[in-house]
């Protein structure tokens, strides 16, 4: 039995807040039982008052022809769009090989230059500290198409983002100074490095939305163009696939051996897309070698009405600056909790 204010339940019920937004921010008081109580009901909750699809992994994902989706299937820009755009609608993610095979190395280029420009403090990269060096360094840029006319164009006008944007068959605008903007993860460190705590240094499995709002601005994509080799030598984007759009409970969540837990492994040039709401993971390295992924953010229209120029949602979830609000270290807790850290 919980204790909450109405306008927090109907946020709730409304989807504007999810259980861990309401949990994080303190807006709910337990007069019995636990949060784990309540995470267990929570997807039943929101699918009797939302309709919102529960997450059930023995229902099959199928191909067009109606066999069973290879999960780990990778495709080639070129291959048939419907083809392509069946498996990412069905699955949640999708891979693309060689897609930006003839931009990476120049991309690659521009993202380091802005490393070297970056400053700890700003609002355009999160930096943490090497514990074995001490060295401090960037592992998240934001905002970089605000920063690179490089990076812009690549939302704005490049042909093949264009193309992969519309697999998706939605709607859907850059999203330049929202959110993180164009942000790139960063993972110089190799496995079993010792890194002070940080936000989102890796991440367990999570969805963008999941502190409320999918309705609003998913379903959204975020086109990931791959820099580096990512795989079991250095570190790499995982998948549930088939939750984008449907509430999961906990018992889903307990490391990558789900058997709907799969690792998107990529080569320099290949783009991978995943849906927001999809549950994905970054998980730490597990081999020596470095990750630099650039992700371009396509969402909903409403989503530039929703949100200001710099503005992420939390910031516009009721009670923001009241203390009814999720601190990003609250959030990385969070985020942490799910058997991958």
């Not at 999918?214 to 696939?241: E, F, K, R, T, V």
Request: charged share 20%; aromatic share 8%.
């Amino acid at each position: 039995m919980i204790e909450i204010q109405e306008r927090a339940w109907q946020n709730y019920v409304h989807e504007l807040r999810t259980t861990s937004s309401l949990i994080l921010s303190q807006a709910v008081s337990f007069l019995r039982g636990s949060i784990d109580d309540w995470r267990t009901w929570a997807p039943a909750i929101q699918c009797m008052y939302s309709g919102r699809e529960i997450f059930d992994p023995s229902l099959p994902l199928l191909s067009m022809d109606g066999t069973p989706l290879d999960l780990k299937k990778a495709f080639y820009y070129g291959d048939e769009p419907e083809e392509m755009s069946h498996f990412l609608r069905t699955a949640g993610y999708l891979v693309i090989r060689g897609a930006m095979a003839h931009r990476y190395e120049e991309i690659a280029i521009e993202i380091d230059r802005i490393r070297s420009e970056s400053s700890e403090g700003e609002i355009f990269s999160w930096w943490t500290q090497n514990l074995d060096t001490e060295q401090r360094f960037p592992y998240r840029l934001m905002f970089i198409s605000e920063r690179s006319s490089l990076i812009r164009s690549l939302m704005d006008d490049d042909a093949t983002v264009r193309d992969i944007v519309a697999l998706s068959k939605r709607n859907l605008v850059p999203l330049h100074d929202r959110g993180q903007g164009a942000m790139t993860v960063l993972k110089p460190f190799g496995e079993g490095a010792k890194l002070a705590p940080s936000i989102a240094g890796n991440l367990g499995w999570h969805a963008d939305c999941g502190l409320g709002g999918c309705n609003i601005m998913c379903p959204s994509i975020n086109i990931g163009i791959h820099l580096d080799a990512a795989g079991s030598q250095s570190s790499q984007l995982w998948a549930l696939a088939g939750t984008h759009g449907r509430s999961v409970h906990n018992t889903a969540l307990m490391g990558t051996d789900h058997p709907r837990a799969v690792p998107l492994d990529t080569s320099p040039g290949d783009v991978t897309v995943h849906y927001s709401c999809l549950m994905h993971a970054g998980p730490p390295p597990t081999g020596p070698n470095q990750r630099r992924t650039l992700y371009l953010p396509f969402y909903a229209p409403e989503t530039l009405q929703l949100l200001g120029r710099f503005q992420s949602f939390e910031q516009v979830l009721p009670g923001y600056g009241t203390g009814d609000i999720p601190s990003l270290d609250q959030v990385a807790k969070e985020q942490t909790t799910h058997g991958i850290s």
